[in-house]
């Protein structure tokens, strides 16, 4: 409740902030403007008009000729060569973790890593192993999520 009440105020002092700008704005216009005559008035207003309209028949014209150099060309996508297929492949675990313990050890080791990361006197070994080995976390990842998916089917 006090929260949406802070978000309301500050909503409610945001445009109070705005009207008082464009008054001050509003202001300064009419005090640059006030000498105008009705003619003054009708040339700018004239001006402004040829100015916009050619413009836009400029944009209009130079959209249907036949200038294909400022075109947009549409380019088919192609797939890369080495591209990984996206499809989950369930990789079997007899070339990966042989028992219960060195999953364990690889759970052990993520964790140590983990713990490193975050104590400030770990931190120095911590990022030179993720310098020297750029994929381990990444690794340690995929290979806990390959052996938690076989278990589950």
């Known amino acids: 409740m ?26 300064w216009l009419e005090q640059r403007t006030s000498h105008f005559s009705r003619l003054n008035w009708i040339v700018i207003l004239f001006c402004f008009i040829v100015i916009t309209g050619s413009c836009s ?61 975050r104590s400030p006197t770990g931190k120095k070994i911590y990022d030179s192993i993720v310098q020297h080995r750029p994929g381990i976390l990444d690794s340690l990842a995929v290979v806990e999520n390959v052996y938690n998916s076989n278990f589950e089917n």
């Not at 006090?2 to 202001?27: G, Y």
């Open 2 to 27: 006090k929260s949406s009440n802070r978000r309301n105020s500050l909503w409610q002092k945001f445009d109070e902030t705005n009207l008082r700008l464009q008054k001050k704005c509003a202001h």
């Open 57 to 117: 028949i400029y944009l209009i014209v130079t959209s249907f000729s036949n200038n294909t150099t400022k075109n947009i060309t549409v380019i088919p996508i192609t797939k890369p060569n080495n591209s990984i297929p996206l499809e989950k492949e369930i990789i079997p675990l007899n070339g990966i973790i042989r028992s219960k313990t060195e999953f364990v050890k690889i759970i052990q080791f993520r964790k140590y890593l983990d713990s490193l990361g």
